[in-house]
């Protein structure tokens, strides 16, 4: 009988800026996108209004993660912008712990919008953390795998 996968197991996050990993964050949030509809009432049809479709927006993506070893590579794709704006292709993958690949979603012309990094306060013992925000111009085919 073959083992079904569980739809509720945990999943982490992979960030990929043009092929290179950023790493793996425990939360990402934001994926998602809006269409604005403009009304259009036809001259002579009283009871019909036309919705059309204008502006398509994308949200802002956060990912948050303990600290890694790969903050690091965050903070070199950050201080990249400063020496020149290219707007790279991003992936991410949402993957199950070992390793399989739930959802995959492509993004074009991705800049980082802010980096936060761990509060290090030693009267609050918790995890030091770091956050992630990216903004994008639309989605695009996720690639291959």
């Known amino acids: 009988m073959p083992q079904d996968l569980d739809p509720g197991s945990t999943i982490f996050f992979n960030l990929t800026i043009d092929g290179e990993s950023l790493g793996n964050f425990n939360s990402c949030e934001g994926l998602s996108s809006s269409v604005e509809i403009q009304q259009y009432q036809e001259g002579g049809n009283n009871g019909f209004v036309w919705q059309l479709p204008s502006r398509v927006t994308f949200s802002n993506i956060t990912f948050t993660r303990p600290l890694t070893p790969d903050t690091s590579k965050v903070a070199a794709w950050i201080t990249s912008i400063t020496t020149g704006v290219t707007r790279p292709t ?31 306060n030693p009267e ?3 995890v030091a953390t770091e956050t992630l925000e990216i903004t994008h111009h639309g989605f695009t085919d996720a690639g291959a795998a």
């Open 90 to 120: 991003a992936q991410i993958a949402a993957m199950r712990a070992d390793g399989s690949i739930v959802a995959r979603w492509g993004l074009i012309d991705v800049l980082p919008v802010s980096w936060k990094g761990p509060s290090l």
């Open 124 to 126: 609050n013992p918790a």
